[in-house]
């Protein structure tokens, strides 16, 4: 018999867990982007085949220990039983055929979906470059000489090539509907490539803890038409605030929940400066004492 207490505590941690599920929104499953509906393909075929497996042997030990139960007087006592021909052949057989399947799964999808990847497209891709800041996102438009905090656009069904790195913290950049989450470090560059196949404006996050503000550390891409995207382009070039060196350094300085910033212009090779400087600093070397040289090692060059 159960005691009223346990049923009822059970019964009230059973509708607070739905109850905070009902909050949560399965952004990877609900993709609007090219790559994000490749992962998600391959998310559930991945998992419906460990399934085959998973699901059986749960209920195989549900049912023998049922069965086989002290009380049971007519289940089949054998002691001395220790092989099965065909308990092997199925316990090995199946198993290797879904390893094998997943073998596959997984080499033709890490070539597929390499983020290092540019994607086909007729369309001229946006390149847009991400700095991981304490606790914010910069991001440089090189080809529009603008740049923004927590905040990105582009057009609908466009190639986005991002280059990412850090200013410090290492830290991951991820937009769940999109795709996939790349690491950004200082010192080094990644690659991304994505799209949206649907207008909208979706999350992107930091995926990697980085310190106290880590929570707040979010952003919107905002995926919008060819004209969209124009006047949001003219929006920060209108706001007259250009990102100056000096500018950069105030925000190299930690700060939580940060707003949206527009910057009106940016110096050219911006993201390579921050990324050597960084490269520089870890290596122990000051940048304004580089000889050409020097500058050149450090850049990854010869």
Not at 77 to 98: A, D, G, N, Q
Not at 104 to 112: I, K, P
Not at 173 to 195: C, D, R, V, W
Request: proline share 6%.
């Amino acid at each position: 018999m159960k005691h009223p207490h346990f049923t009822t505590v059970g019964r009230t941690l059973g509708i607070g867990a739905l109850m905070l599920l009902s909050g949560c929104t399965l952004e990877v499953l609900a993709p609007k982007g090219d790559i994000g509906a490749q992962e998600k393909t391959l998310l559930i075929t991945a998992t419906a085949l460990m399934l085959l497996v998973v699901v059986p042997v749960i209920f195989m030990t549900l049912y023998f220990a049922w069965k086989y139960r002290s009380t049971n007087t007519k289940a089949v006592y054998m002691p001395r039983w220790s092989h099965s021909t065909r308990i092997e052949l199925v316990v090995w057989t199946i198993p290797l055929i879904i390893v094998a399947i997943l073998a596959v799964l997984t080499y033709r999808s890490t070539h597929a979906l390499d983020p290092y990847r540019p994607l086909q497209s007729e369309v001229k891709p946006i390149n847009i470059d991400v700095v991981s800041m304490d606790w914010k996102w910069l991001f440089i438009y090189p080809d529009h000489d603008i740049a923004t905090i927590n905040e990105i656009a582009f057009p609908v069904d466009t190639p986005v090539n991002f280059r990412i790195t850090s200013s410090d913290m290492m830290n991951a950049f991820f937009i769940p509907q999109l795709g996939s989450m790349i690491y950004s470090m200082a010192g080094m560059e990644t690659k991304l490539h994505l799209n949206a196949t649907e207008a909208g404006t979706y999350a992107g996050i930091s995926a990697n803890y980085s310190g106290a503000g880590f929570s707040g550390m979010r952003f919107k891409a905002i995926a919008t038409t060819n004209e969209g995207f124009q006047e949001w382009i003219e929006k920060a070039r209108a706001t007259n605030n250009p990102l100056t060196p000096q500018t950069y350094e105030a925000l190299r300085k930690p700060s939580e929940n940060v707003p949206v910033t527009f910057y009106s212009s940016a110096p050219a090779g911006m993201f390579d400066n921050i990324m050597h400087s960084t490269m520089s600093k870890i290596a122990g070397v000051d940048p304004a004492s580089c000889t050409p040289t020097s500058k050149n090692l450090i850049a990854g060059n010869n």
